[in-house]
């Protein structure tokens, strides 16, 4: 029995000082943002959904609460374990973060992340949509890293830091994540037991 999750990550980011916001509160949906969570909201509009979750972080509420609107039937429901990875560079220029190659991770410890720890508690929420879902298809907002662990995870693949510089090597059609791209997971037991199959889409 086949269990679908829809994981997206969120809007765009209105982001002037152009910095890693990471869990810094106060980051809300740009109007491309918007409108980009409306685009993802018309393409989930026919699937048949029964339960939609998002980050605590703002920008994924905001962007899931444009979702649900597209499902009149369903209100979001928070969850801890597709929260935004911790990492001590928040507040950084982003361009000094790309000449890095978005290594967020190198050197982390508690309570900053390390790639293995983000995957960990996001297979606990995959796990957790197979026990209570079965058979269903949900959605969930999460943010950029947590898609791409998972995504590293189907592919068969221990996921690390400087994987991120080189996505397209490990099947993903882009360099990262599009905001409000999404990634259809289908399972058919716990991911740490079988890998899902797996599929890109950018709705706009």
């Known amino acids: 029995m086949t269990t679908t999750l829809y994981l997206m990550r969120h809007g765009e980011v209105h982001n002037p000082a152009h910095i890693l916001y990471g869990r810094r509160p106060g980051f809300f949906l740009s109007e491309a943002g918007k409108a ?43 969850d801890e374990r597709i929260i935004e990875v911790s990492t001590p560079y928040e507040g950084q220029p982003i361009d000094d973060l790309a000449a890095m190659g978005w290594d967020l991770y190198t050197g982390n410890q508690p309570p900053h992340e390390v790639p293995d720890t983000v995957l960990d508690r996001v297979l606990d929420f995959l796990d957790d949509v197979v026990e209570r879902h079965s058979g269903q298809s949900v959605a969930a907002v999460a943010h950029g890293d947590i898609l791409v662990f998972a995504w590293l995870h189907a592919q068969g693949v221990e996921p690390a830091a400087l994987m991120k510089d080189r996505l397209q090597d490990y099947a993903l059609p882009v360099d990262y994540p599009a905001t409000a791209s999404i990634m259809t997971f289908e399972l058919q037991t716990s991911p740490r037991q079988a890998l899902p199959r797996v599929a890109y889409h950018c709705p706009y």
């Open 36 to 78: 980009q969570a409306h685009a993802a909201g018309g393409w989930l509009a026919d699937k048949p959904l029964t339960a939609i979750y998002a980050s605590p972080m703002e920008r994924a509420q905001q962007t899931a609460g444009i979702v649900a609107g597209y499902l009149p039937k369903l209100s979001p429901a928070t």
